[in-house]
Protein backbone atom coordinates (compact mmCIF):
# COMPACT_ATOMS: atom_id res chain seq x y z
CA UNK A 1 0.00 0.00 0.00
CA UNK A 2 1.00 3.41 -0.40
CA UNK A 3 4.00 2.52 -2.74
CA UNK A 4 5.29 4.67 -5.04
CA UNK A 5 5.07 2.92 -8.76
CA UNK A 6 8.68 3.78 -11.06
CA UNK A 7 7.49 6.76 -13.20
CA UNK A 8 4.42 8.42 -11.43
CA UNK A 9 6.91 11.64 -11.35
CA UNK A 10 8.47 11.40 -14.56
CA UNK A 11 7.44 13.20 -17.63
CA UNK A 12 4.88 12.51 -19.68
CA UNK A 13 3.59 8.85 -20.12
CA UNK A 14 2.92 7.71 -16.75
CA UNK A 15 2.94 10.73 -15.01
CA UNK A 16 0.02 11.75 -13.08
CA UNK A 17 -1.41 15.71 -13.95
CA UNK A 18 -1.56 17.65 -10.99
CA UNK A 19 -5.48 17.35 -11.49
CA UNK A 20 -5.43 14.03 -10.79
CA UNK A 21 -3.81 14.23 -7.58
CA UNK A 22 -5.61 11.19 -5.43
CA UNK A 23 -6.84 9.71 -8.98
CA UNK A 24 -4.37 6.56 -9.20
CA UNK A 25 -4.87 3.59 -7.12
CA UNK A 26 -2.12 2.69 -5.42
CA UNK A 27 0.81 0.87 -6.70
CA UNK A 28 -0.66 2.11 -10.09
CA UNK A 29 0.64 3.64 -13.59
CA UNK A 30 -1.10 5.64 -16.12
CA UNK A 31 -1.06 5.02 -19.89
CA UNK A 32 -2.52 6.27 -22.37
CA UNK A 33 -1.89 3.20 -24.86
CA UNK A 34 -5.05 0.50 -24.59
CA UNK A 35 -3.33 -2.88 -23.79
CA UNK A 36 -4.73 -5.90 -24.55
CA UNK A 37 -5.00 -8.86 -22.63
CA UNK A 38 -6.68 -11.75 -22.86
CA UNK A 39 -6.12 -15.73 -21.64
CA UNK A 40 -6.78 -16.94 -24.49
CA UNK A 41 -7.36 -16.18 -28.55
CA UNK A 42 -9.98 -13.28 -29.55
CA UNK A 43 -13.10 -15.59 -30.37
CA UNK A 44 -14.85 -14.06 -33.47
CA UNK A 45 -18.60 -13.61 -32.64
CA UNK A 46 -21.04 -11.97 -34.79
CA UNK A 47 -23.92 -9.76 -34.11
CA UNK A 48 -25.93 -12.19 -36.13
CA UNK A 49 -25.90 -14.76 -33.88
CA UNK A 50 -24.96 -12.71 -30.89
CA UNK A 51 -27.43 -13.08 -27.80
CA UNK A 52 -26.99 -12.02 -24.16
CA UNK A 53 -28.64 -13.61 -21.29
CA UNK A 54 -29.24 -13.21 -17.41
CA UNK A 55 -29.79 -16.52 -15.21
CA UNK A 56 -31.66 -16.83 -12.17
CA UNK A 57 -30.95 -18.80 -9.44
CA UNK A 58 -33.80 -21.39 -10.39
CA UNK A 59 -32.85 -22.12 -13.74
CA UNK A 60 -34.81 -18.66 -15.53
CA UNK A 61 -33.29 -16.86 -18.62
CA UNK A 62 -33.94 -13.41 -20.09
CA UNK A 63 -32.22 -13.50 -23.43
CA UNK A 64 -31.78 -9.95 -25.55
CA UNK A 65 -30.62 -10.57 -29.22
CA UNK A 66 -28.16 -8.33 -30.55
CA UNK A 67 -31.38 -5.81 -32.07
CA UNK A 68 -33.42 -6.20 -28.78
CA UNK A 69 -30.18 -5.23 -26.80
CA UNK A 70 -29.45 -2.42 -29.01
CA UNK A 71 -33.10 -0.93 -28.83
CA UNK A 72 -32.80 -0.83 -24.87
CA UNK A 73 -31.92 2.28 -23.23
CA UNK A 74 -28.10 3.25 -23.96
CA UNK A 75 -25.71 4.80 -21.51
CA UNK A 76 -22.23 6.50 -22.21
CA UNK A 77 -20.07 6.29 -18.56
CA UNK A 78 -16.47 7.95 -18.83
CA UNK A 79 -15.15 6.38 -16.27
CA UNK A 80 -11.25 5.53 -14.93
CA UNK A 81 -9.93 1.41 -15.77
CA UNK A 82 -7.22 0.05 -13.52
CA UNK A 83 -5.69 -2.81 -14.66
CA UNK A 84 -3.99 -5.73 -11.90
CA UNK A 85 -0.82 -5.68 -13.97
CA UNK A 86 -0.46 -1.82 -12.89
CA UNK A 87 -1.61 0.10 -16.21
CA UNK A 88 -4.28 2.57 -15.22
CA UNK A 89 -6.00 4.84 -17.92
CA UNK A 90 -8.72 7.67 -17.23
CA UNK A 91 -11.57 8.99 -18.34
CA UNK A 92 -12.26 5.93 -21.07
CA UNK A 93 -15.90 6.86 -23.00
CA UNK A 94 -17.79 3.42 -23.63
CA UNK A 95 -21.37 3.28 -24.90
CA UNK A 96 -23.94 0.32 -23.64
CA UNK A 97 -26.54 -0.62 -21.44
CA UNK A 98 -26.51 -0.43 -17.85
CA UNK A 99 -26.93 -3.92 -15.66
CA UNK A 100 -29.95 -2.14 -14.05
CA UNK A 101 -31.65 -2.03 -16.90
CA UNK A 102 -30.59 -5.87 -18.11
CA UNK A 103 -31.49 -6.83 -14.44
CA UNK A 104 -34.72 -4.94 -14.04
CA UNK A 105 -37.76 -7.65 -14.80
CA UNK A 106 -35.06 -10.44 -12.84
CA UNK A 107 -36.67 -11.87 -10.06
CA UNK A 108 -33.67 -13.35 -7.88
CA UNK A 109 -32.54 -13.95 -4.31
CA UNK A 110 -29.21 -14.51 -5.37
CA UNK A 111 -25.95 -12.24 -3.99
CA UNK A 112 -23.33 -13.22 -6.34
CA UNK A 113 -23.00 -13.31 -9.98
CA UNK A 114 -20.54 -14.96 -12.51
CA UNK A 115 -20.24 -13.43 -16.31
CA UNK A 116 -19.75 -15.85 -18.56
CA UNK A 117 -18.16 -15.91 -22.24
CA UNK A 118 -17.50 -16.99 -25.73
CA UNK A 119 -14.29 -18.78 -25.09
CA UNK A 120 -14.88 -19.77 -21.64
CA UNK A 121 -13.36 -17.24 -19.58
CA UNK A 122 -15.62 -16.66 -16.39
CA UNK A 123 -15.18 -14.23 -13.64
CA UNK A 124 -17.53 -13.80 -10.67
CA UNK A 125 -18.66 -10.51 -8.48
CA UNK A 126 -21.19 -9.92 -5.72
CA UNK A 127 -24.00 -8.98 -7.32
CA UNK A 128 -24.42 -5.30 -5.73
CA UNK A 129 -20.73 -4.57 -7.60
CA UNK A 130 -23.26 -4.74 -11.03
CA UNK A 131 -26.08 -2.73 -9.83
CA UNK A 132 -26.65 1.00 -8.94
CA UNK A 133 -24.91 2.15 -12.01
CA UNK A 134 -21.80 0.70 -11.85
CA UNK A 135 -21.41 -1.81 -14.72
CA UNK A 136 -22.51 -1.71 -18.53
CA UNK A 137 -22.75 -3.62 -20.95
CA UNK A 138 -20.31 -2.43 -23.59
CA UNK A 139 -20.23 -2.44 -27.12
CA UNK A 140 -18.68 0.47 -28.18
CA UNK A 141 -15.59 2.74 -26.92
CA UNK A 142 -14.58 5.93 -27.75
CA UNK A 143 -18.08 6.08 -30.11
CA UNK A 144 -16.39 3.40 -32.42
CA UNK A 145 -17.77 -0.37 -31.84
CA UNK A 146 -15.93 -2.58 -29.74
CA UNK A 147 -12.84 -3.77 -31.50
CA UNK A 148 -12.80 -7.51 -31.53
CA UNK A 149 -9.48 -8.05 -29.10
CA UNK A 150 -11.12 -5.47 -26.50
CA UNK A 151 -14.22 -7.46 -26.26
CA UNK A 152 -16.38 -6.94 -29.45
CA UNK A 153 -19.13 -6.96 -30.07
CA UNK A 154 -19.42 -7.06 -26.60
CA UNK A 155 -17.70 -7.11 -22.77
CA UNK A 156 -19.07 -5.99 -19.37
CA UNK A 157 -17.17 -3.03 -18.01
CA UNK A 158 -17.16 -2.70 -13.93
CA UNK A 159 -15.09 -0.15 -13.49
CA UNK A 160 -14.26 0.19 -9.87
CA UNK A 161 -13.09 -3.42 -9.67
CA UNK A 162 -9.79 -4.34 -11.08
CA UNK A 163 -10.18 -4.90 -14.86
CA UNK A 164 -10.11 -9.01 -15.22
CA UNK A 165 -13.56 -8.50 -13.41
CA UNK A 166 -14.70 -6.69 -16.98
CA UNK A 167 -15.63 -9.92 -19.41
CA UNK A 168 -14.90 -9.70 -22.49
CA UNK A 169 -16.62 -11.40 -25.27
CA UNK A 170 -19.21 -11.71 -22.41
CA UNK A 171 -22.63 -14.00 -23.13
CA UNK A 172 -24.29 -13.97 -19.81
CA UNK A 173 -24.62 -13.24 -16.37
CA UNK A 174 -26.22 -16.04 -14.10
CA UNK A 175 -26.91 -15.33 -11.05
CA UNK A 176 -25.77 -17.59 -8.00
CA UNK A 177 -26.75 -17.72 -4.14
CA UNK A 178 -22.79 -19.15 -3.44
CA UNK A 179 -20.08 -16.93 -4.25
CA UNK A 180 -18.48 -19.43 -7.69
CA UNK A 181 -14.85 -17.95 -8.23
CA UNK A 182 -14.43 -17.89 -11.84
CA UNK A 183 -11.01 -17.99 -13.86
CA UNK A 184 -8.79 -16.36 -13.01
CA UNK A 185 -9.77 -16.11 -9.00
CA UNK A 186 -9.74 -20.18 -9.24
CA UNK A 187 -5.85 -19.34 -10.32
CA UNK A 188 -5.09 -17.38 -7.14
CA UNK A 189 -6.24 -13.33 -8.12
CA UNK A 190 -8.18 -11.53 -5.37
CA UNK A 191 -11.77 -12.59 -5.07
CA UNK A 192 -12.96 -9.45 -4.80
CA UNK A 193 -10.00 -7.14 -6.28
CA UNK A 194 -10.84 -3.60 -5.54
CA UNK A 195 -7.72 -1.41 -6.87
CA UNK A 196 -8.34 0.97 -3.66
CA UNK A 197 -7.37 -2.05 -1.68
CA UNK A 198 -4.67 -2.88 -3.58
CA UNK A 199 -6.32 -6.57 -3.90
CA UNK A 200 -4.57 -8.16 -6.43
CA UNK A 201 -3.85 -11.87 -5.54
CA UNK A 202 -5.30 -14.00 -2.40
CA UNK A 203 -2.26 -14.70 -1.02
CA UNK A 204 -1.30 -10.55 -1.36
N1 LIG B 1 -13.25 -13.18 -21.94
C1 LIG B 1 -12.18 -12.58 -21.37
N2 LIG B 1 -12.35 -11.43 -20.72
C2 LIG B 1 -11.29 -10.80 -20.15
C3 LIG B 1 -10.01 -11.37 -20.20
C4 LIG B 1 -9.85 -12.59 -20.88
O1 LIG B 1 -8.75 -13.17 -20.97
N3 LIG B 1 -10.97 -13.18 -21.47
N4 LIG B 1 -8.95 -10.73 -19.59
C5 LIG B 1 -9.29 -9.82 -18.49
C6 LIG B 1 -8.15 -9.02 -18.07
S1 LIG B 1 -6.98 -9.77 -17.09
C7 LIG B 1 -8.07 -7.70 -18.34
S2 LIG B 1 -6.87 -6.71 -17.68
C8 LIG B 1 -9.01 -7.06 -19.29
C9 LIG B 1 -8.22 -6.53 -20.45
O2 LIG B 1 -9.07 -5.87 -21.34
P1 LIG B 1 -8.42 -5.25 -22.63
O3 LIG B 1 -7.73 -6.37 -23.37
O4 LIG B 1 -9.55 -4.63 -23.38
O5 LIG B 1 -7.42 -4.22 -22.15
O6 LIG B 1 -9.97 -7.95 -19.80
C10 LIG B 1 -10.45 -8.90 -18.89
N5 LIG B 1 -11.51 -9.63 -19.52
MO1 LIG C 1 -5.71 -7.96 -16.20
Redesign the pocket.
Known amino acids: MGRLTPGFHRRGEGRAEDADEGRLPPGQYLTHD???????PTPDVGTDEWTFTVQNETGDELTWTWQEFMNLPQEHPTVDIH???RWSKFGTTWTGVSLDTLLEDVETAADYAVAY???G?T?NLPLEDLTDGKAWIAHSFEDEPLAP???GPA?LVVPHL???K?????RGIRLTLQDEPG??ETAGYHDYGDPWREQRYSWS
Open positions: FPVLSAGCVTCHGYTEHGRYFWSAKWVFW
